[in-house]
C-alpha cells in the first residue's frame, strides 16, 4: 500500500482519496487478473 501511496502523490492525487479508493481498485484488478487466467485455461 505504501508504494500505491507513493506513486499516488508522485501523480499528484491526494493520498488520503487514494488510500479510499484502493480496496476498490484491488477488488477490480483481482477480478479481471481471474477472469483472465480462467479464460487461458479454456483455450
Do not use: F, H, S, Y
Not at 505504501?2 to 484502493?22: C, M, P, R, S
Amino acid at each position: 500500500m505504501g508504494a500505491a501511496l507513493a506513486l499516488a502523490a508522485a501523480l499528484g492525487i491526494d493520498t488520503l482519496i487514494a488510500a479510499e479508493l484502493l480496496p476498490e481498485i484491488e477488488a477490480v484488478m483481482v477480478r479481471k487478473l481471474n477472469e483472465q487466467m480462467e479464460g487461458g485455461r479454456d483455450g
